[in-house]
DNA sequence: GTAAATATTGACTATCAGTCATAAATTATA
DNA sequence: TATAATTTATGACTGATAGTCAATATTTAC
């Protein structure tokens, strides 16, 4: 029986069909601005049949942004299966998700709304599932970089590169979804270029972090870099 | 006219009495799930009359908030104005905020809706300039800190004090932030302890942001500090 | 004591997520 | 091919809730 298969693949066309909708709609508009009557108009469908594909409006959401953290992933894997040094792979990490904040901003917005804790209530267990393993995909790849990196000797075998992990991803992520909403205030009111506040802010974790010698290269490579 | 007077302090009397209404209601469901009817019963007052004293349900929100922002500034500024060295009201600042989000938790959680970009929506302007001079207030407390460590020469005088502050306060509230809503998951899965993970990245960043002579006053107290 | 001003009310409106009985379209069966 | 069974789609409806406003009650002024 081809017809189940074929049913199923449907099924997905379907459902992406729908996510290029809700795509559109939630580029435009956040989270709560956004009506599902409005991502129905921009699939051609009904109300009702979009809850036949997915369970709620958040479930759509999270659905739309995995996409951006799919794309995320994308960027940064290649970077980890590169022959490059560890110290090189730790700035491309770091270039490669301010890149990303740049040029895929109305994605990397979406993340604002992983941090309110009222939002996970309304999506479902399957959707917050591949959500966390969407995650977790990317956060190895940190956590790899970190191993190998106190291995060669270049981190600080000293600390543990579970909780290095959340401290980098935790400023850098903090720091560019301040910069999301805020860099024009900080740039008219004192004069400060938040994206400028991200790199001084790698600068401190990344020296504290390093042994001598991952820091003597890591001084090559910034010297380097800064033409 | 005494009157006029009176009718002000009635007035702000009734606000407060609303806030107090409002506090129960937030403190046991969030923003979302906390209706205004439910806040307008608790006043034992009708909808309309909240609405006679607060432009929208987020002022009412807004207006807690501070209540919590309020409370922190007060525990903070006291550290600021004693005697202690720099370098130690740093440490004490930290471990303020620490125990104010330990016993202050509910407002602490408030914060959350600080980052969502869509709320401040519905804020009005006044509420807004309310919470962003309170917001500086505080602010002022971080960054007077580390002008003074950078004139004493214990804080690198090459760095700009309105960047580290951000750096600082954005490191440490978004890992409190995570540690609200994760700190069981995290324990479970790596057994990692977020509370732990912030002194780390603490003590990371303030080494990086010393002078020589500001990490041996450090490293006396933080040995004095562990027993 | 009465008129004007002020404060309060709660029924009403508008909006929107999610549902479900009904209808259309597709597939299986005779 | 005709009909029954199954699957897919629909949109009017429900329930929840923020915010409004004409009507009412209370307070102040004369």
Same mark, same amino acid.
């Given at each position: 029986? #081809?017809?189940?298969?074929?049913?199923?693949?449907?099924?997905?066309?379907?459902?992406?069909?729908?996510?290029?909708?809700?795509?559109?709609?939630?580029?435009?508009?956040?989270?709560?601005?956004?009506?599902?009557?409005?991502?129905?108009?921009?699939?051609?469908?009904?109300?009702?049949?979009?809850?036949?594909?997915?369970?709620?409006?958040?479930?759509?959401?999270?659905?739309?942004?995995?996409? #951006?953290?799919?794309?995320?992933?994308?960027?940064?894997?290649?970077?980890?299966?590169? #022959?490059?040094?560890?110290?090189?792979?730790?700035?491309?990490?770091?270039?490669?998700?301010? *890149?990303?904040?740049?040029?895929?901003?109305?994605?990397?917005?979406? !993340?604002? !709304?992983?941090?309110?804790?009222? !939002?996970?209530?309304?999506? $479902?267990?399957?959707?917050?599932? $591949?959500?966390?393993?969407? $995650?977790?995909?990317?956060?190895?790849?940190?956590?790899?970089?970190?191993?190998?990196?106190?291995?060669? #000797?270049?981190?600080? $075998?000293?600390?543990?590169?579970? *909780?290095?992990?959340?401290?980098?991803?935790?400023?850098?992520?903090?720091?560019?979804?301040?910069?999301?909403?805020?860099?024009?205030?900080?740039?008219?009111?004192?004069?400060?270029?938040?994206?400028?506040?991200?790199?001084?802010?790698?600068?401190?974790?990344?020296?504290?972090?390093?042994?001598?010698?991952?820091?003597?290269?890591?001084?090559?490579?910034?010297?380097?870099?800064?033409?």
């Amino acid at each position: 029986m #081809g017809i189940n298969e074929r049913k199923e693949r449907e099924r997905e066309h379907r459902k992406e069909e729908i996510l290029d909708a809700a795509q559109r709609v939630f580029f435009e508009k956040e989270f709560t601005a956004a009506t599902v009557d409005e991502i129905a108009e921009a699939a051609e469908l009904s109300k009702g049949t979009l809850y036949l594909y997915y369970k709620s409006k958040e479930d759509i959401y999270l659905a739309v942004m995995m996409r #951006g953290m799919e794309k995320l992933y994308e960027k940064l894997e290649p970077i980890s299966a590169s #022959g490059s040094t560890t110290i090189q792979k730790l700035l491309n990490f770091c270039e490669c998700y301010k *890149e990303y904040f740049r040029s895929d901003r109305r994605y990397f917005r979406m !993340f604002h !709304f992983l941090q309110a804790p009222h !939002f996970h209530k309304q999506v $479902s267990d399957e959707m917050n599932e $591949s959500c966390s393993q969407l $995650s977790r995909k990317i956060w190895s790849l940190v956590v790899g970089l970190l191993k190998s990196g106190m291995e060669e #000797g270049v981190f600080r $075998s000293d600390l543990n590169p579970f *909780e290095v992990a959340i401290i980098l991803w935790s400023s850098i992520t903090a720091l560019l979804l301040r910069a999301d909403t805020e860099i024009e205030a900080w740039k008219e009111r004192l004069n400060i270029d938040l994206e400028n506040v991200l790199d001084v802010s790698n600068d401190l974790l990344f020296n504290a972090i390093m042994t001598d010698k991952g820091r003597s290269e890591y001084n090559i490579l910034i010297k380097a870099g800064q033409h």
